[in-house]
């Protein structure tokens, strides 16, 4: 239970399991960003869920042609606003009202009004790192080790190649049947990766 | 099973679909394909080093040396070796901390501001203008740090235990700056880092030097460009973008309260806060200005920084310039207005008065020279726009001048009027500035991709899905729906069979 649990968080992720054999997925290439987009369109249509498209620029529409659903770092983002909102209120009033009062030409020890330029700053701050901290947290990044590398063609992800990488930890996985798919939705080229380091057409 | 409208929601890609789609120039000149537009950036990160460059470097770095210098020169004799002193106890270091911090808008808000506002002609420059802005952040804050006098001390200013039990004063606009600049400072890195993410993975995947490899690799996260993560990529940069938004808004206002929370005539007026953001937007985006057109000529950028790119700035530039002018003219008739006698006279004293050659200059700079930019033959010309780039923030330097030195240099005793006069202490720091934002961005141009690569190929039209299928080769409208129906498919011979699925989509 757990473990499915766990497993389904990382594919959400983009981190699949290899299976027996040490296949990591089945990678296919394709021309440009529309056949990609229909590529994954086509493959959710046909009940895949470990899959996931690599291009070298996000493509509109393709959250929608997955079937992925919106982000969840807005959450991250908020949780890290309230977060500085209340460091930048609590710092100011225990510091000079609670620990060490001063009295400053008969001023209150702590009013809100002057704090509100550094209540503003920390919840900003603390909203971008709580951006950052979840995408990354959502994304399973860094990731140093990823079996997809082992694969040449695929470093043109970043550059002008648009793969669909069909993951072997999908329950309607088969090298063979799966890569007759993909070449049937167009792909220029399939390749299966391994996990103990070759990539094989 | 498939159908669509139950798990989509609204994507985060700020393309705008307007129904003058069609009719848009393209923005990247020069009909490139991807891999031109890589190639074009990332060979600057890769070629051997030119001579022009380590020339450059050593002129920049040489300037550099010398900031160091002085600045260890001020801290062995004190603050006495700078032109501060009564009644000016804020000379130069602070018009340089506000000159540096102004120019230290433009790249957030480029990234920011004109992201929210989906103004996509910003992924040409917004990289190199974010790096100017970090540089010039980090220039700014050299000088309130050694101004404070004990350079040693200066994490007073944090809100740091130490054995004195004692903590910083939260009711000094001067420690809001503190925070205000330096979240700034962090914010805008966190985002100019998060941006170079993919470009990082690019260079990476374009190498097969091993050390140069493992460097890009540990800076690029093991990116993949893989669509779970630009997912959650896009949604954190929107946010980002609408976080920077505020703060860069924030900055400038909180520097301005510096002056405006004090009583000071000349300084103490509501109008600060828009008036110093105007200005700071003025000074950055003339900034840009100056250094895209130097890059774009050297680094062969011309058909991704095109001329209409500096145009827009240069527009942005006439309408800040005249923001400020119109700031500087209601400032007087607000002191006029006010009927306080004091108030008045700074302000004729600043026309007026012994500076008045530095008031001229600024209005001269400032109000009048952009109003060039009315005419379109002007604001397309190169050699006009970086002169007057140039200009703009001469002018913008003497407005910070004019407004700390005239207001402080005839206080309420006439005894101890003044007349500053900065010293070579200081001229040559702030020189030395200027050798430590050049050594900085020619670090940056020689070692990172100076262009947002993937930022710039997502723009293109080939980068629509549509563009695929709608037959005349061009982005589609907005009446057209990102997934196709399935049945309007079956004229693609090679997807059709799959494509039918168990049931229609959409």
Redesign the interface.
Known sequence: MLDELTTEVKA???IYESDAEQVYGLLAEFS???????????T????YRHF???????????????????????FF?FGGGVTGLATGYL??WW??AV??P?N?SG?PFFAVE??V??M???T??F???G??A???A??G??????P??YSDR???????GFFL?VAASDPQFDPETTAQ?LR???ARHVELVQDDGSAEV | MANSDDTSTATTDPTPDGADFHDREPLIKGNLSFHDVTEIVAKHTEKQTPLAWYLAFTVASSMALMLVLMLAYQVWNGVGVWGNNQPVGWGWPIVNFVFWVGIGHAGTLISAILFLFRQRWRTSINRAAEAMTLFAVMCALIFPTFHVGRVWAIYWTLPIPNQMEMWPQFKSPLLWDVFAVSSYFLVSLVFWYIGLVPDLATLRDRTNKFFRQKVLAFFSLGWTGANRHWRNYEKAYLLLAGLATPLVLSVHSVVSFDFAVSVLPGWHTTIFPPYFVAGAIFSGFAMVVTLMVIARKIYGLENLITIDHLEKMNIIILVTGTIVGFAYITEFFMAWYSGVEYEQYAFLNRAFGPYAWAYWIMMSCNLISPQLFWSKKLRRSIPVMFTLSIVVNIGMWFERFVITITSLHRDFLPSSWGYFEPTWVDILTFVGSFGLFFTLFLLFLRFVPMVAIAEVKGVMPEADPHFYEEGDGRPAGANVPYIQPAEEASDRPETGETRRGTEPTG
């Open positions: 959400s992720m983009g440009n960003p529309g056949e990609l987009m229909h590529a994954a369109e086509a959710r249509e046909k009940g996931d498209a690599h291009s070298p620029f996000p493509i509109h529409g393709m959250d929608r042609a997955m079937g992925l659903g919106n982000s969840k770092v807005g983002a710092l100011q510091t000079s620990d060490y001063i400053i001023k002057p704090s330029p550094i503003f700053e920390l900003i701050l909203a971008a790192f951006a950052v979840g995408m990354l959502l994304n990044l860094p990731r140093p080790y990823n997809l590398f695929f470093r043109r992800a970043t550059d002008d990488h798919d049937e939705l167009g």
